[in-house]
């Protein structure tokens, strides 16, 4: 029953994410003429990171609607007085917990280093891309060192130009400057040279004594290079985020290691805290959803999301104290992680005794009661506005 609220929840999510970095990509790459299909490959690239960012809220806020609606039917009360006990109600999820805690960690540690690697080459390469026989209106290309042209008017596929001027040196080293009222793009069969056919214009040139000369011309044929992207500038691993786990694990144990012991760890440790956070999750939206009959499902996905988040900031905090020496890895993600189990753990063994009455339960009827004051006021207000 939490399967399908949670798979809506994580595809919503993941869309929102990836459209709001899809319109970024899309301003930083708007030069260039193949901006998308770099920018298709580097959304591709993102699934896996945000996958794992949406993933366990998701899992907690599914539990949390599928035992609050359970419990508003009365299903829970009937269980209960059956003699089904909290810890056989929440068995199920927590198996499920242990089988999205698996694929996490395939995620955190296979899947989301590899595509990081992929998604900074693409980028790399979209940045550095090199001219692709399209001269946008208004715009100065630069091929290479050698070339310089520019247009002022063009259509919409950069081929069809107007007013043009072209500035490069041959390779003696002589400049060559050529202008023309009208000129067409086309690439050649090899895809590596763009033919150039100018029609009404001049060259400026200067032969080897080094004195000018002018030519006019009605037609005129020039071929130009294209340059491609330029190469990755390093192999995958000089960042401890593109490694896998066990790369991480060998590279921790290796005295030559670029990168610091302390820094692999807490990287290797703050992963696999992610992962195994996932059966705690249950603990806690089992109670939440059962007191939410009273107090609402929002005051608990709040109190759920606060809880969350608190978690996942003071993993990455542990790890920058590990980073730079100020605490050792195992306690800086490991402190983070055994309060969070001890928080999971307290709420669902209170709630076990009198199930939908937790301390956290109480929060929430406070926040509920705080939320109702604030609408009953917002309505007092809008209702003394002339």
């Known amino acids: 029953m939490a399967f399908w609220p949670m798979v809506g929840a994580t595809a919503v999510t993941l869309v929102a ?3 709001e970095r899809i319109l970024r990509l899309l301003d930083l790459l708007s030069e260039s003429s193949e901006r998308f299909t770099f920018v298709a490959q580097l959304a591709v690239n993102l699934v896996p990171h945000y996958v794992g960012l949406t993933l366990p809220a998701a899992f907690f806020i599914a539990l949390i609607i599928v035992v609050n609606r359970m419990n508003q039917a009365s299903e829970i009360d009937a269980l209960l007085a059956a003699g089904v006990s909290l810890t056989r109600l929440a068995a199920p999820y927590l198996v499920l917990a242990g089988v999205l805690s698996f694929l996490t960690l395939i995620v955190f540690g296979a899947l989301q ?3 990081r690697y992929a998604y900074r080459a693409v980028l790399h390469a979209a940045q550095n891309a090199g001219w692709s026989g399209q001269v946008p209106e208004g715009t100065i290309i630069a091929p290479n060192d050698d070339l310089i042209m520019t247009t002022d008017q063009a259509d919409a596929a950069g081929q069809r130009l107007t007013r043009v001027f072209i500035r490069r040196l041959t390779p003696e080293g002589r400049e060559e400057v050529t202008t023309a009222g009208v000129a067409e793009l086309r690439r ?3 895809g590596k040279n763009v033919t150039l056919m100018l029609k009404d214009g001049q060259q400026l040139r200067f032969n080897r004594r080094g004195e000018p000369e002018l030519l006019s011309f009605e037609d005129f044929t020039m071929q130009l290079p294209l340059s491609g992207p330029a190469r ?8 401890e985020r593109e490694l896998n786990l066990f790369e991480l694990a060998k590279k921790a144990n290796d005295p030559q290691s670029v990168i610091p012991r302390e820094t692999l760890l807490a990287e290797l440790y703050g992963r696999l805290a992610r992962a195994l956070a996932l059966p705690l999750l249950p603990l806690l939206a089992v109670p939440l959803g059962l007191s939410a009959k009273r107090s609402g499902r929002a005051p608990g996905v709040i109190v759920g999301g606060i809880l969350l988040l608190a978690f996942h900031h003071l993993i990455q905090l542990g790890q920058s104290f590990a980073e730079t020496g100020r605490a050792p890895a195992e306690a800086g993600v490991g402190i983070p992680f055994v309060a969070f189990a001890a928080i999971c753990f307290t709420v669902f063994l ?3 005794k009198r199930p939908g009455e937790t301390p956290v339960g109480r929060v929430m ?13 917002v309505k007092l207000r809008r209702k003394a506005l002339p």
């Open 113 to 115: 280093p590899y595509s």
């Open 365 to 377: 009827e406070h926040l509920a009661n705080v939320i109702v004051r604030v609408r009953k006021r």
């Open 350 to 352: 209170t709630s076990r």
């Open 188 to 190: 050649t069969a090899d």
């Open 17 to 19: 994410l990836l459209l």
């Open 232 to 239: 990755l500038l390093r192999a995958r691993g000089g960042d």
